[in-house]
């Protein structure tokens, strides 16, 4: 459910989280990076303005049966993902608010660029935020990944970028901490799923010019139990 710069979602949230949870849904992130810039309207990312708008949105979802998301924040924010997460928890336990968390889930973006599976501040980043979970809540909450990706640049070639990525995947399948529930690569098609914003298309496994990253084959294999 995202809104341009943390405006408040207008319209009939319950109704929507109703209508979705027919069809299976139950998971309903809320806002997206809000320790970007780019997502405050260029203003200095702010806690309190975020759960501000969170926390009005989470009591909807909750009330029409849905599970709110807490988080989605970048790793390269201008405020340290991690920093922000912390203090966004110190608020909501000031607020009175830390209960919608007992129906909630952590969103995470692990984007891991060029750094190895095994590196605590790429792919791995999760057990940072459960860390911090456990210290602020006492308890750590589902995590569940809902963007994530190592991308082809200067520093990381297509064997580079299959190898890290499909490891991550492997590790999903093998050895997943209980509490992490998925990982997802960012981004599937861009144009040629029917996106407007070119800028992500030099992210996308599938370009409108027919052109298909090697990462697409190296999945396919891999969900067929082939590596």
Not at 109 to 115: P, Q, R, S
């Amino acid at each position: 459910i995202y809104t341009p710069g943390l405006a408040p979602v207008e319209g009939d949230v319950e109704a929507m989280v109703r209508h979705y949870k027919q069809l299976g849904v139950s998971y309903f992130q809320l806002y997206n990076e809000p320790n970007l810039r780019l997502e405050n309207d260029g203003a200095e990312p702010d806690v309190d303005r975020y759960l501000d708008a969170w926390i009005l949105a989470a009591r909807r979802v909750v009330a029409a049966g849905g599970l709110p998301g807490f988080g989605a924040l970048s790793p390269q924010g201008e405020v340290d993902d991690r920093d922000f997460l912390a203090r966004a928890l110190d608020g909501l336990k000031e607020r009175g608010a830390a209960w919608l968390l007992d129906r909630g889930w952590l969103s995470m973006h692990n984007y891991a660029g060029h750094l190895p599976l095994d590196h605590p501040d790429g792919f791995l980043r999760f057990r940072q935020y459960a860390d911090i979970l456990k210290e602020k809540l006492g308890r750590i909450i589902p995590i569940v990944g809902t963007e994530a990706g190592t991308y082809v640049n200067e520093v990381v070639d297509d064997n580079k970028q299959v190898d890290l990525v499909s490891g991550a995947y492997r590790y999903m399948a093998a050895r997943a901490e209980p509490y992490t529930f998925a990982y997802t690569y960012w981004i599937i098609a861009n144009q040629a799923g029917g996106g407007h914003d070119r800028s992500f298309e030099w992210q996308a496994l599938f370009k409108r010019n027919g052109w298909v990253s090697p990462l697409v084959d190296a999945l396919k294999r891999l969900a067929r139990g082939a590596e």
